[in-house]
């Protein structure tokens, strides 16, 4: 706290800890949540796509062991997954509202003082000048021939918003959701309930919420993978002989 003080120069007393710490898992559990929600969802609505999340998992990971972040480079597919579920959903459409402390002027468009500015992500996921079909939900638009990532294109995604504002938690939320999906891919078999097939409706808010579905879930192979790998964390995080616990 003290070294952060002399930096910014900000008053940084123990008062704020707790609304800080507010913040930062306020601004994480609804959107991260809600994105998960969104991933299971198109993972049963498209089985074909769950398929080959699955295909390309097992062929870089093998079944011997549990994916892990280093495979990342290696599951394009996967990204592309990911990030399609972020452009087709745009489940944060609109960003935190902010306002101009000045005169200003955007492409052109003159921007008085003190107007409220909102950033329509959305509209820039859905610009069919930007995107072929931008209603479809295809994962292909974002590999290249080859099967590799098209980083331009992923960069053209918006959903954690732009400039001195924009969220901080980007590069976590794009770690959990590809240790999410793959983990899920790996490990799961995933189906809606045949009597109630699901729908791709939502709630408005902040955050668009997928309606509540139902699903069922089988593992793909057995428990002995989970039980070795569950034991090898255990023993990894158990303290030292002789170190210092509590
Ligand atoms: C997929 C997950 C997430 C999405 C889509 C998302 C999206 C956003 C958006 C659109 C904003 C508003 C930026 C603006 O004011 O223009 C924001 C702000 C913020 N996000 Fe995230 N977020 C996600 C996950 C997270 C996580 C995991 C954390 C924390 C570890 C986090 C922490 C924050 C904070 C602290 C702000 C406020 C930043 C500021 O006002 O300067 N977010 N996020």
Redo the contacts with the bound molecule.
């Keep these: 706290m003290d070294n952060l003080q002399d930096r910014s120069g900000v008053p940084l007393e123990k008062d704020f800890v707790t609304p800080i710490v507010a913040?930062?898992f306020g601004?994480?559990q609804d959107?991260?949540s809600t994105?998960l929600h969104w991933i299971i969802l198109l993972m049963i609505k498209f089985p074909e796509l769950q398929q080959r999340l699955q295909k390309e998992v097992d062929a870089v990971v093998g079944r011997d062991r549990l994916p892990a972040l280093e495979d990342q480079p290696r599951l394009p597919y996967v990204m592309a997954f990911i990030y399609e579920v972020?452009r087709f959903t745009s489940?944060?459409p609109l960003?935190?509202p902010?306002a101009t402390t000045a005169d200003t002027s955007i492409s052109g468009f003159p921007v008085p003082k003190n107007t409220v500015i909102f950033?329509n992500?959305w509209s820039i996921n859905h610009d069919p000048k930007t995107w072929d079909r931008p209603e479809d939900f295809n994962p292909l638009r974002f590999l290249t021939e080859d099967g590799a990532l098209n980083k331009d294109l992923t960069g053209s995604v918006l959903?954690?918003?732009?400039?001195?504002?924009?969220?901080?938690?980007?590069e976590?939320?794009k770690l959990?959701?590809f240790l999410f999906t793959t983990l899920i891919a790996h490990q799961c078999n995933i189906h809606p309930d045949p009597s109630k097939p699901p729908s791709m409706d939502y709630n408005y808010g902040l955050t668009l919420k997928p309606h509540d579905y139902h699903i069922s879930v089988s593992l793909r192979d057995n428990m002995e993978l989970l039980r070795r790998e569950r034991g090898r964390s255990v023993v990894e995080s158990k303290p030292p002989r002789g170190a210092h616990e509590g």
């Design positions: 913040d930062v601004a994480s959107t991260l994105a972020m489940f944060v960003t935190i902010h950033i992500q959903i954690f918003s732009l400039g001195k504002r924009r969220c901080i938690g980007e976590l939320s959990e959701l």
